[in-house]
DNA sequence: CTATTTATGTGAAAAAGTGTACATTAACTC
DNA sequence: GAGTTAATGTACACTTTTTCACATAAATAG
């Protein structure tokens, strides 16, 4: 499966959620591509691709694409974050009560700073750096959040990778790129780069698409 | 231009500006290539489609591709923006202090609560959501980020568009979309689902590419 | 029961994007 | 100053992605 294709099949499954709380039952291609903003024939050629079928005219059956993406993307399994860096940003992610629904739960938050460490009043327990590799082992931590500054960024990555944690979503403004670790596994790395979107924002009113 | 163009010509602006504080004069394609991760010829292709030119086996001079490349993001303008919802995230958004080498400037913050907007312990003002149109006017407010919880996204996007703000930033897990106003005028939004983020990490974590 | 409508499923065409190869030019070497 | 090396610039081929068009099946209507 391609990247593209992924980011559509996340947003399909979110979007089933939604109408699915709202009582609906069925589903057609063209309200998923609205959803999700593409065409309608690519959600159907998404759909075919991984062997997901609808009824001619009837449309798809909400629940069955839900167990189906579900299965797809992995839903059931653990998926545990840990956050190096609780600073402001990494102490809003910890509070956001936004993961649950998607079944990611923060386990633990890392930082350089004794004050901040030993700081007890936040919702998951905050840890020396150095303990990174005992912690991810025993909370069979799957993925990490880098949200520290620029310059201690490759430095959380390395450690990251180090303690056998192959996902990493970094909100620092260096881009973290993926390469092979010393066994020969890859990292899944997804930079997000506030400044960057912004700076992309800017641009596009500048000089709309005319399209 | 198109935007994955943009989103490489942002990475080779933010790269270069890295090098010439590190000192140097000059630039290859292949150094660009791989701070942007992308091809050494996709670099050459996207300056010569810009209408930028090196020099056979000398490179490119970073300054001067510093200022033709800052001419097309429209560096110099003025890029003002405003934070809708002061919750954590929009707190550290107010505090990140890396948006000033791009220009960016976060100048107000609005919020329903008034315990939250008669707090002055800020770096920049918070007034209530009501008062939003007002504010854009006075401080040529061009982009708006949205941090306000699910429920209140949809509202706070057509605030944003009624106040004339037609960037937007948008961190609820909402998926927003651009949507003509009614003066023909198309607003340019960017959607970052943090949870969303995660989730394609988790999934290709699981299934890794074979590639 | 036949005709019509509606939506899926998919092959083929079109478009977009990327990589390869090589001609071209500039600098350096001897 | 001839030969070699190093990097740009671009035509062309290749690959990937999207759209188009239409055959197909199910439901509905008369």
Redo the contacts with the bound molecule.
């Keep these: 499966m391609?990247?593209?294709?992924l980011i559509?099949i996340t947003r399909y499954y979110r979007s089933l959620n939604r109408l699915k709380t709202i009582g609906l039952e069925k589903?057609?291609?063209?309200?998923?591509a609205d959803a999700a903003g593409?065409?309608?024939?690519?959600?159907?050629?998404?759909?075919?691709?991984l062997g997901?079928?609808?009824?001619?005219?009837?449309?798809?059956e909400i629940h069955d694409l839900l167990v189906s993406l579900g299965e797809i993307l992995g839903k059931g399994d653990s998926q545990n974050c840990i956050i190096i860096g609780c600073g402001r940003i990494g102490k809003a992610l910890m509070h956001y009560n936004g993961f649950e629904p998607d079944g990611i739960r923060i386990v633990a938050g890392f930082d350089s700073d004794p004050l901040v460490y030993s700081d007890a009043s936040h919702p998951v327990p905050i840890y020396p750096i150095s303990r990174i590799d005992e912690v991810v082992e025993a909370l069979q931590v799957t993925a990490g959040i880098i949200t520290v500054p620029e310059q201690a960024a490759s430095d959380s990555y390395e450690r990251l990778l180090k303690a056998g944690v192959m996902g990493i979503l970094n909100f620092s403004p260096i881009t973290l790129k993926p390469q092979a670790t010393e066994d020969g596994k890859m990292p899944v790395v997804h930079n997000i780069n506030i400044a960057l979107e912004l700076e992309q924002i800017f641009y596009e009113l500048k000089f709309p698409k005319v399209k």
Tied chains: 1, 2.
């Excluded at 589903?27 to 998923?32: E, Y």
């Design positions: 391609n990247n593209d294709q559509r589903v057609f291609a063209h309200n998923l593409v065409s309608a024939a690519i959600v159907r050629k998404d759909f075919s691709q997901i079928h609808g009824q001619k005219r009837g449309g798809y």
